[in-house]
């Protein structure tokens, strides 16, 4: 697709309209947006006992990778895998992953197969999806000048923090994009800047000066009276950062159990 620059006239009231710009930059048109069709294909994957709920559909996606590691064969080319429900997987066409077969504690089945049509409100879901993975891919695969190296934050990507100003905190910008439609059918990709936030200290630190207490009150303090949508604690994320001096190499993880640290302690 072709991306140009896209400004918003303002529409502020005329006492107003002194404070801001006649124009300012919002979003990015995709002057091409017919281009925004792809052959799909939709599975359900369905989980035995009940119910699917929304913090399930991870799990549901997985399943899907699982699959298609299991069929490589079967799949051509690089793809994707978008979520659209709980259950309801988008998958692209040369994708001929077999239906009604069971994966582990899901049952994968074929739903239906067709070109998105960028006008059609059924179909925004998979296309925004779809853009969304490829933006993915092109902060995976390519480094920015400007930017400089970046660590992923789920669907966004964080500038590497600068360990040398011996900083308590280090604030990382952090960049994404989303697909949007505007009046009109108009399709758009909107910048996300926002910042995330690391501890100055590593685990080592803490460990070294003897300070694991301090640690541990960090971590209840960020699950305190917090639980996620399966009524369990909310999860703690770290950075690992493996980085020489000839390579970038940084990742977050999640503590599989945070609360062995406060034996330790």
């Not at 685990?203 to 399966?230: C, H, P, S």
Request: aromatic letters at 10%.
């Amino acid at each position: 697709m072709t991306i140009s620059a896209a400004s918003t006239q303002n529409l502020q009231k005329p006492e107003q309209a002194s404070q801001l710009p006649e124009t300012f930059l919002s979003c990015y048109d995709i002057v091409n947006s017919d281009a925004l069709r792809w052959g799909v294909r939709l599975y359900k994957v369905r989980r035995d006992g009940g119910e699917q709920t929304h913090a399930e559909q991870g799990d549901a996606k997985q399943t899907i990778w699982s699959l298609r590691k299991k069929h490589k064969e079967l799949c051509r080319g690089y793809g994707f895998v978008v979520d659209l429900d709980e259950e309801t997987i988008a998958v692209p066409s040369g994708w001929n992953l077999p239906g009604d077969v069971r994966e582990g504690e899901y049952l994968v089945t074929f739903d239906s197969e067709f070109t998105t049509e960028p006008t059609n409100r059924r179909h925004r879901s998979i296309i925004t999806g779809i853009i969304r993975e490829g933006i993915k891919k092109h902060f995976k695969d390519n480094r920015s000048d400007a930017l400089g190296d970046w660590w992923q934050d789920y669907d966004r990507f964080c500038q590497m923090p600068d360990y040398g100003n011996g900083s308590d905190i280090h604030f990382c910008r952090k960049f994404g994009a989303a697909a949007k439609t505007l009046v009109g059918d108009r399709w758009v990709i909107q910048p996300l800047i926002s910042t995330a936030t690391l501890d100055g200290r590593t685990f080592a630190d803490y460990f070294r000066d003897g300070d694991v207490a301090t640690l541990t009150e960090m971590i209840e303090a960020k699950q305190a009276n917090r639980l996620d949508r399966r009524n369990r604690a909310t999860a703690v994320r770290v950075l690992r950062d493996e980085s020489t001096e000839f390579l970038t190499k940084a990742g977050v993880l999640e503590l599989e159990e945070p609360n062995l640290l406060i034996g330790i302690a």
